[in-house]
């Protein structure tokens, strides 16, 4: 929550690696806040920190009003299908 927060008055880091650190559905929840604010941030690395289909979701909905994030690794979170399916 804290680094979610602070991702949101955040104006100069352009990457993030949190790879394993098993933030889960409510970690992604806080990082969606965090990107419909954020717009400095490119390049954000989620891999392995089971977020599941509903924090794919949250995560995808956050970015229709983001225009700096470029890339978005996702692998090893259990999202399947419907959950990949919120970012087409």
């Known amino acids: 929550e804290a ?10 880091l352009k990457e993030i690696d949190l790879y394993r650190n098993e933030i889960s559905y409510l970690g992604a929840l806080g990082f969606a806040d965090a990107l419909k604010i954020n717009n400095a941030l490119q390049c954000i690395n989620l891999w392995n920190n089971n977020i599941g289909d509903k924090g794919a979701e949250c995560l995808a909905q956050a970015l229709n009003g983001n225009n700096s994030l470029m890339k978005l690794f996702l692998y090893g979170n259990s999202i399947s299908d419907a959950g990949a399916g919120a970012f087409a």
Request: charged share 20%; aromatic share 0%; hydrophobic share 50%.
């Open 3 to 12: 680094l979610a927060d602070a991702l949101k008055v955040n104006s100069t």
